[in-house]
Every structure is written in structure tokens, then in C-alpha cells.
């Protein structure tokens, strides 16, 4: 027989799938809930911690539990030419910026291939509709490349925010790595999404013209909330026209 609180998730998600339960809704509370099912309290946060991963309810501190709204659909367009790592970012989206100095360490250090210890400027961007996030981008160049502007913390508006996607020059080749796995820690707590829900991670790197890694950013984004959309061109000499 499966747990009792698989059973609670299943009526609630029925509840919740059907529109008994609509979108924005609270739930009762815990305890009334707990006294609903014929349950503890600590078996009812186990069936909302369920539909919490399966993002069908968010827990809101001292407010309750709520029925997630449909996440909005957000796009990210990486491939050759595009250099704002939060194209995914829709006009009605509100940013929030962090910038400071922090030191290379471990897979950062060897991202940007720079000694271990040595200071980069970091932007920390989380994106969000409402109050629900919608994406997270950490970027970093090393400090000697990093505009003034970054060090300074002098970030007015969106516009620098995308002239600073990649914070050094102008790259000559951007390389993407792109998979699906859980969230850690730290981008659950940005995200507002349980360390088990799943993400779109983009490790995105530039390069400049001798070869020199001038910069890496960092993507995460909620992965039931977004498309990935990459492009190539194929570039044809013009000096040797096709027949």
C-alpha cells in the first residue's frame, strides 16, 4: 500500500487538475487539512511537499499555501550572436542586480582558466514576473576586464544590464553548454523551487580573439517554464560564390 501522504497528494492534485481548486487559491491550513485526511501534520507537509516539487503549489512564508498560477512561457535563444544570456527576459519582466567581487574557486576558476584566488566581477541578476522568479544568471569576468560601471555597482537601468551580459569586450566566440538536472541549493532559494525540481543550466563562456576566456555566466531557469531555441549560421564566402 503506498504512504498515506501519496494519497493526500493524488486527491489534492485531482482537485487542483480539475479546477475544484483554482489557480491563485489558498489551501486550507496545515492543521485543518491534517484534520481533513485524518492525519498528522508532518504526513500533510509530506503530500505538500509533492505537489510543491511537481510546482502545482507554492508555499508562501507566513501567507499559506497556494495554487500556482501557469508559469508564464519564457524563451532563451542562445547559438553564434547572441550575447544576452537573459534574452529569455520578456519586456514585462522585472530584474533585480547584484554586482560585487568575489574570488576564483574551484570549477569558476577553472572556467575562466584564471589562478584560484583571483578576483572576478560578478553580476547576480534574478528575473521575475510578479513575484515568482523566472530565471537566474550569474556572470563573471575578471576584474581588469570588467567595465567600471560593474566595479562600481553603477547599474541604472535594464539597457546596461544587456550592454553587460558579457561584461569584457566583444567576444569572438561564445561556447554553450546546456542540460537538465536538480536544482542546488542556492538556485532552489533564488528560484523559490524545491532542491528536487528539475532546470534548464546554461554555462555559457566567451572568448576572445587570442583565445582568452573573458567571461562565463551562469543560467538557470525553471524547467517546465521555458523553451531553448539555438540557431547556426552557415556562413558562405563571398569571394567563391556557389554555382
Avoid at 479546477?19 to 504526513?43: F, H, I, K, N
Avoid at 547572441?82 to 567581487?101: E, F, M, Q
Avoid at 574551484?106 to 521575475?128: D, F, I, Q, T, Y
Wanted: charged fraction near 20%; aromatic fraction near 4%.
Amino acid at each position: 500500500m503506498p504512504p498515506r501522504h501519496h494519497d493526500i497528494a493524488d486527491d489534492l492534485r485531482r482537485q487542483i487538475t480539475s479546477g475544484r481548486l483554482q489557480a491563485g487559491e489558498r489551501l486550507p491550513s496545515e492543521v485543518a487539512l491534517a484534520g481533513r485526511y485524518a492525519v498528522s501534520t508532518v504526513t500533510l507537509r509530506h503530500a505538500l511537499a509533492v505537489l510543491q516539487g511537481e510546482r502545482l503549489v507554492e508555499k508562501i512564508h507566513g501567507k499559506g499555501n497556494f495554487v500556482r498560477r501557469a508559469p508564464r512561457k519564457i524563451m532563451y535563444v542562445g547559438g553564434w550572436g547572441t550575447l544576452d544570456p537573459l534574452t529569455a527576459i520578456g519586456p514585462a519582466l522585472r530584474i533585480t542586480v547584484r554586482s560585487a567581487l568575489v574570488p576564483a574557486r574551484g570549477n569558476l576558476a577553472a572556467l575562466l582558466k584564471v589562478p584560484s584566488g583571483s578576483l572576478l566581477a560578478e553580476l547576480s541578476c534574478v528575473s521575475l514576473d510578479g513575484e515568482t522568479p523566472q530565471g537566474l544568471a550569474r556572470i563573471y569576468t575578471p576584474r581588469d576586464l570588467a567595465p567600471a560601471e560593474v566595479l562600481e555597482g553603477r547599474l541604472a537601468c535594464r539597457e546596461v544590464l544587456a550592454r553587460f551580459a558579457v561584461l569584457g569586450p566583444p567576444p569572438a566566440a561564445i561556447r554553450e553548454t546546456v542540460c537538465a538536472r536538480s536544482a542546488t541549493p542556492d538556485e532552489g532559494s533564488a528560484l523559490k523551487s524545491p532542491s528536487s525540481a528539475a532546470v534548464l543550466a546554461v554555462t555559457r563562456v566567451a572568448i576572445d580573439s587570442t583565445g582568452r576566456v573573458t567571461g562565463a555566466a551562469l543560467l538557470a531557469f525553471p524547467g517546465d517554464g521555458v523553451d531553448a531555441v539555438f540557431t547556426s549560421h552557415h556562413v558562405i564566402n563571398e569571394r567563391h560564390p556557389l554555382p
